[in-house]
């Protein structure tokens, strides 16, 4: 985790010289009760899923997702209802967005599943130091931050949906 530190301090140091200022240049007010869903939402979600992965199938587990889902269904409900909603769940009638959202989703979740097992593996089957590991990872850290300016690019000469599926 401390490999982490001199990757970050220069971009801590550069990123509010180097990256434009970008703010709504009217925001909305701030929601508490939109707030208090979205948490009462993720909170039992998130503590549902851990609960099954280690206890497996049972009260602990679905009262919890029940609760995250009758939450969820008031935030929406919240969220469709006001004038200037927290989050605007109409954009996900668009098929663009949506499917980005979706693609974005898996790709992070596939790359932290691999990223959870490859460090585990590196360590407890191949023997490598917590730093050992971190540093055989970090050429794909580079690749990632290439591949992330190339792609800006590229999409500036060819529809975004054939450089998503081309990158996936």
Same mark, same amino acid.
Do not use: C
């Given at each position: 985790?401390?490999?982490?530190?001199?990757?970050?301090?220069?971009?801590?140091?550069?990123?509010?010289?180097?990256?434009?200022e970008?703010?709504?240049?009217?925001?909305?007010?701030?929601?508490?009760?939109?707030?208090?869903?979205?948490?009462?939402?993720?909170?039992?979600?998130?503590?549902?899923?851990?609960?099954?992965?280690?206890?497996?199938? &049972?009260?602990?587990? !679905?009262?919890?997702? /029940?609760?995250?889902?009758? @939450? +969820?269904?008031?935030? $929406? #409900?919240?969220?469709? %209802?006001?004038?200037?909603?927290?989050?605007?769940?109409r954009?996900?009638?668009?098929?663009?967005?949506?499917?980005?959202?979706?693609?974005?989703?898996?790709?992070?979740?596939?790359?932290v599943?691999?990223?959870?097992?490859?460090?585990?593996?590196?360590?407890?089957?191949?023997?490598?130091?917590?730093?050992?590991? &971190?540093?055989?990872? !970090?050429?794909?850290? /580079?690749?990632?931050?290439? @591949? +992330?300016?190339?792609? $800006? #690019?590229?999409?500036? %000469?060819?529809?975004?949906?054939?450089?998503?599926?081309?990158?996936?």
């Amino acid at each position: 985790f401390l490999l982490a530190v001199p990757v970050m301090l220069p971009l801590l140091a550069l990123g509010p010289i180097l990256v434009p200022e970008s703010r709504d240049p009217h925001p909305g007010p701030v929601d508490p009760w939109s707030i208090l869903l979205a948490l009462a939402t993720m909170t039992p979600l998130i503590y549902g899923i851990k609960t099954f992965a280690t206890e497996g199938p &049972g009260w602990q587990a !679905l009262v919890p997702a /029940a609760v995250a889902l009758a @939450a +969820g269904f008031a935030f $929406v #409900r919240r969220q469709l %209802r006001r004038p200037e909603p927290m989050l605007d769940v109409r954009l996900f009638r668009n098929p663009v967005f949506t499917g980005a959202i979706l693609s974005n989703l898996f790709s992070v979740f596939s790359l932290v599943g691999f990223l959870y097992y490859i460090s585990q593996h590196l360590q407890l089957v191949s023997g490598y130091s917590p730093m050992q590991a &971190g540093f055989l990872l !970090l050429p794909g850290l /580079a690749i990632t931050i290439v @591949a +992330g300016l190339v792609v $800006v #690019r590229l999409v500036k %000469r060819w529809r975004p949906s054939r450089v998503v599926t081309g990158g996936l």
